[in-house]
């Protein structure tokens, strides 16, 4: 079976480069840009930069900033009638996953009316996004989802009420601004958070199934840096070159996952469809160091190369103790950047362990865990993190 290797977003990349919105929106073909972000990305003054970037450039704009804390179907089609009231002709996007992936998907329905469950990529809905879509513009506030970078947006569906991966290329932003100074104002907890969503994505992508040489080479690299500069950034939040290595290492998670993901997204997914505003990110990074060792012996190899990844000294050490040590270090980087060890303090319960499981295992995310995910296995795992 061939793997078809394609990293094809077109980043604008580098610190100060938010300067450069205006000069993208016109060669994108953009006059009316509706913006889509969220009530926090406009606390922390970021849109009303956006908004002055698109001032200075003469173009028109609306801001459409309504948003759930998770992307919902409801607000896609609000944001398409925000579209047309404007008569936009460009979506800028600017904030953490939530708004980029709702943006993305408002890009789909302004040209697609059905409900967005066609398009469900689950069901093979991949082959019903036809027509030509606007351009998208995506600034990231945040280093941890690479929705900048993302093909798909994952939406919380009205018909089914289940979290919904939409997918195609044609989804991929016309181009992405990535200015790791944008990150300089993100507080303690959401750096860390989306810091180790990061993390997440290098770390399962790199042991993922399958073989995908170029994605391995992001995942890696992306391990390396988030080991080295989230620490940094949560001692000196001005450090801007260790947030600039974040906000890289949230674009290569976000490339390399293209290869496929584990059991640890499967148990964020399933909390975050149950649990209303669980941290994505945090709930990755409780149940990171459960992962880790479930697939410590089977992924052995790959397990070692992290460890190096991870500064560990380990000379002529053997394969499974460098795994071994890898699985230690994951757990003290965790440590390190305050995440807390049980999935209490994302708002899971005892009760709601049964659900979790059919949710986790009906999650696309563990086929490509490097051990098979089972029910045996989850629901032991669920229980010792409470
Ligand atoms: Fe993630």
């Given at each position: 079976m061939p793997t078809y290797l394609s990293y094809p977003t077109r980043v604008v990349w580098g610190?100060?480069?938010?300067?450069k919105l205006g000069e993208e929106v016109r060669k994108a073909g953009g006059t009316k840009v509706l913006v889509v972000s969220d009530r926090g990305v406009i606390a922390a003054g970021l849109v009303r930069r956006v908004e002055n970037l698109l001032s200075e450039a003469d173009l028109q704009f609306s801001v459409f900033s309504d948003l759930q804390p998770n992307p919902v179907e409801a607000d896609v089609w609000k944001g398409v009638e925000a579209y047309r009231a404007l008569h936009a002709d460009i979506i800028v996007a600017i904030g953490g996953g939530a708004p980029l992936d709702t943006a993305r998907a408002i890009r789909l329905a302004v040209n697609h009316?059905?409900?967005?469950?066609?398009?469900?990529d689950a069901k093979g809905?991949?082959?019903?996004?036809t027509s030509e879509l606007p351009p998208l513009i995506c600034i990231a506030t945040?280093?941890?989802?690479?929705?900048?970078?993302?093909?798909s947006a994952v939406v919380k569906l009205d018909d089914t009420k289940r979290k919904t991966v939409l997918f195609s290329?044609?989804?991929?932003?016309?181009c992405a601004i990535a200015d790791p100074?944008?990150?300089?104002?993100?507080?303690?907890k959401p750096t860390a958070w989306t810091g180790m969503d990061a993390f997440t994505h290098c770390l399962e992508a790199y042991v993922a199934?399958?073989?995908?040489p170029l994605a391995d080479a992001l995942a890696i690299d992306g391990i390396h840096r988030v080991t080295r500069a989230l620490p940094a950034v949560m001692d000196n939040p001005n450090d801007l070159a260790a947030r600039a290595d974040m906000m890289a290492a949230a674009i290569m998670g976000a490339m390399a996952f293209t290869k496929g993901l584990g059991a640890a997204h499967a148990i964020a997914h399933a909390v975050g469809a149950i649990v209303p505003g669980a941290h994505h990110g945090l709930v990755n990074a409780i149940v990171l160091p459960a992962v880790c060792r479930y697939n410590e012996e089977q992924a052995h190899p790959r397990f070692a190369r992290i460890a190096e990844a991870m500064g560990?000294?380990?000379?002529?050490?053997?394969e499974r103790k460098m795994a071994d040590r890898a699985c230690t270090r994951v757990e003290e980087l965790c440590r390190r950047v305050g995440i807390?060890?049980?999935?209490s303090a994302a708002?899971?319960?005892?009760?709601m362990i049964p659900q979790l499981v059919e949710l986790a295992l009906d999650d696309?995310?563990?086929?490509?865990?490097p051990r098979p995910f089972t029910r045996e296995d989850c629901e032991p795992m669920l229980r010792s993190l409470l």
């Open positions: 610190a100060g480069t938010i300067i009316p059905k409900p967005l469950s066609r398009y469900d809905g991949d082959v019903n996004v945040t280093s941890g989802t690479g929705s900048e970078v993302s093909r290329p044609r989804l991929i932003a016309t100074e944008l990150t300089l104002g993100l507080p303690p199934l399958g073989d995908n560990e000294p380990c000379g002529s050490m053997d807390p060890e049980k999935l708002g899971v319960t005892a009760e696309a995310s563990h086929r490509t865990n």
